[in-house]
């Protein structure tokens, strides 16, 4: 099945400091990429759908200021959470389509983000 | 209403029973399910997908749609201990458009 590689696993932070999240698809080219978070014991929320070489669109309630979407090539989308605090920890994962079966959806293995 | 309806569970079934989940969404024109599972700190991993009425079999894994009733259902056969884990049913209104999640239901195997 396609692969979807997310970096870092894990990452602790100070209040106020930036943290980049890095979700790229090995082998597929992924036009559309989907960034979920999940606090505990929770489903996933989609927060942004990330189109290559355009604008991120945004769920309602997601601040797109604080939570900076790039998507720059078919193979790379990064998420940035921007002057994090201890309300934005949290399990952030990323997804992306497979262009062989447009259908399925795979997952990174996600980021589990703490800010002390 | 919640657009994807999942029991929360705990879920407690004997090791070699049958585990079955049930699902409802909201939005009757929706036209793809899957299903899920989620082991604690990991990612999801899909496990089936269903676009038509009746039930789709992979192994010891059995996904029933019924579109009129707008529900979806996992059925696990011969539950193993190792399918100790959150299930969760997500819906897509059209191709290419977003998944929708239930909150999951959380399925313990007993040995």
Known sequence: ?116 | QKEVEQNSGPLSVPEGAIASLNCTYSDRVSQSFFWYRQYSGKSPELIMSIYSNGDKEDGRFTAQLNKASQYVSLLIRDSQPSDSATYLCAVRRAAGNKLTFGGGTRVLVKP
């Open chain 1, 1 to 116: 099945g396609a692969v979807v590689s997310q970096h870092p696993s894990w990452v602790i932070c100070k209040s106020g400091t930036s943290v980049k999240i890095e979700c790229r698809s090995l082998d597929f080219q992924a036009t559309t990429m989907f960034w979920y978070r999940q606090f505990p014991k929770q489903s996933l929320m989609l927060m942004a759908t990330s189109n290559e070489g355009s604008k991120a669109t945004y769920e309602q309630g997601v601040e797109k200021d604080k939570f900076l979407i790039n998507h720059a090539s078919l193979t790379l989308s990064t998420l940035t959470v921007t002057s994090a605090h201890p309300e934005d920890s949290s399990f952030y994962i990323c997804s992306a389509r497979s262009g062989r079966d447009n259908e399925k959806l795979f997952f990174g293995s996600g980021t589990q983000l703490s800010v002390l």
